[in-house]
């Protein structure tokens, strides 16, 4: 799958395993959650994120890369900027000049009043697959992020999510899981404790964020 990838695109994966080595085990995994992720942008669907704790930073992190600019400039359609300054001359020339294009994506460890609220009045384990439910659509994808990759949250909203149509993208320790079973795709880094794997996890998402805005922010995109 690596090799099917645009020179431009290996690019950053071999930049990857360049800085990290440890990571080249996990080059065709990351190459197919790329296509993947790929195939569903290109479908006009977005991406849903979660994990725990440290992974949960990580969710609003990806979020962050993804709804803005990371490295390249993203300027906004020609045409949604024109009409903004049709609406308002004076403040649509500042949407026009500073908005930056988003790639959709939505962190499901966000929205604390729905958050607490559920884990309040019902089973708090799905907290997150109350907001798969939500949110989710067929075609849309989930990166679902757990080092151990048996967080009962993360298993409950995977399984919503395979049900809905969603595709899911594993992200996790070394050890097989359930996660790993349930996931179309899964980036097992080679790491087992906990703190290591999240040094591992950082490095694998930054490159997809990074292949994602080149493939449709880039200087050849279509």
Do not use: W
Not at 37 to 64: C, F, P, R, T
Not at 65 to 90: T, V, W, Y
Not at 121 to 147: K, N, Y
Not at 148 to 164: L, R, T
């Amino acid at each position: 799958m690596f090799n099917l990838l645009e020179n431009k695109l290996q690019a950053h994966i071999h930049t990857l395993t360049e800085r990290h080595p440890a990571l080249k085990c996990c080059e065709d995994s990351i190459a197919k959650a790329y296509f993947l992720m790929e195939k569903s942008y290109q479908s006009q669907h977005k991406l849903l994120v979660a994990g725990n704790g440290g992974s949960a930073a990580d969710s609003e992190h990806i979020v962050g890369e993804l709804m803005k600019g990371f490295k390249l400039p993203r300027p906004i359609d020609h045409s949604l900027a024109q009409n903004c300054k049709d609406i308002d001359p004076d403040m649509g020339a500042t949407i026009a000049a500073h908005l930056q294009g988003a790639l959709p994506a939505i962190a499901l460890t966000g929205h604390p009043g729905l958050s607490t609220a559920y884990m309040n009045d019902c089973v708090p384990e799905l907290v997150f697959a109350q907001q798969m439910l939500g949110f989710g659509q067929s075609g849309d994808s989930f990166l679902a992020i757990s080092t151990s990759g048996n967080s009962k949250n993360i298993i409950y909203a995977a399984i919503v999510a395979k049900a809905k149509g969603v595709k899911i993208i594993g992200l996790t320790g070394s050890k097989e899981s359930k996660l790993s079973a349930l996931a179309d795709i899964c980036i097992q880094v080679p790491e087992t404790e906990t703190y290591k794997i999240q040094e591992l996890h950082l490095p694998v998402y930054h490159c997809l964020c990074l292949m994602l805005e080149d493939r449709f922010f880039g200087s050849n995109m279509q």
